[in-house]
């Protein structure tokens, strides 16, 4: 899974 | 997306709305924090720095703009427009203990030594304890305004749903953060002993007054 969808969370 | 990261963020919301409304309906910031306001501005900030570099959704962004927006709305309600009713004497946390060991943590404890992740890595931690100041100042005053209490129930609520949406996520889709799940356990573990006076006391019309 790349990192930067990791980070839609809010 | 899944329902409890949905849930999650509207009790964030609301937990925002009710903080707001009270500030502006009593004209008062009475029994709030302004050092946790401050810890949750640097979070805001610090975890939402690709507000402008990455593009996930028109509802993620708003919903970044919202919270940073009225987040340092509310620091100004606080240090300047109602600053007469801001209670000093009673927010007297020292936050540097916070800063410090979060700002270490998160060079030693990273997914990556990259300056956007680790400043990721230390929102997410500083966000776990970000609500000590205002439950220190609680503490210290013995009381919580009614109002007071809903928000940080709905405060405590959202980072619990995102405890559930990380379960979901884990078993839908395969994602697990270690460090997003560890800081929020922690982080709603901190609201635990309020949950049960909220539950037992503000659920049936008290106020909460713990013992001083």
């Known amino acids: 899974v790349e990192l930067d969808d990791l980070k839609d969370e809010l | ?43 805001f900030t610090a975890r939402y720095l690709d507000l402008f570099t990455s593009f996930i959704s028109i509802y993620n962004t708003c919903m970044k703009v919202f919270f940073i927006g009225t987040v340092y709305f509310t620091i100004y309600l ?7 009713t801001y209670d000093s004497n009673h927010d007297s ?41 205002q439950l220190f100042m609680i503490s210290k005053t013995g009381e919580a305004e009614t109002i007071t209490s809903h928000y940080l129930f709905a405060l405590g609520s959202y980072r619990a749903l995102y405890l ?14 270690l460090i997003a799940v560890v800081a929020g356990v922690v982080q709603t573990i901190l609201y635990c002993d309020f949950f049960y006076l909220y539950i037992t006391k503000v659920m ?9």
């Open chain 2, 1 to 43: 997306m899944n329902i409890f990261r949905l849930c999650g963020d509207m009790s964030h919301l609301a937990a925002i709305i009710i903080l707001l409304l009270k500030m502006w309906k009593t004209r008062s910031v009475a029994g709030i924090s302004g050092k946790s306001q401050i810890l949750f501005a640097t979070v």
């Open chain 2, 78 to 84: 606080i240090y300047m427009k109602f600053k007469a």
């Open chain 2, 93 to 133: 946390f020292r936050v540097e203990f916070l800063i410090v060991p979060v700002g270490g943590l998160a060079f030693l404890v990273n997914h990556e030594f990259a300056p956007l992740e680790i400043i990721w890595t230390f929102s997410i931690y500083l966000e776990s304890v970000a609500i000590l100041p």
């Open chain 2, 164 to 177: 559930c949406n990380w379960i979901y996520r884990y078993y839908a889709e395969g994602f697990f953060d």
């Open chain 2, 204 to 212: 049936k019309g008290k106020k909460i007054s713990l013992p001083a």
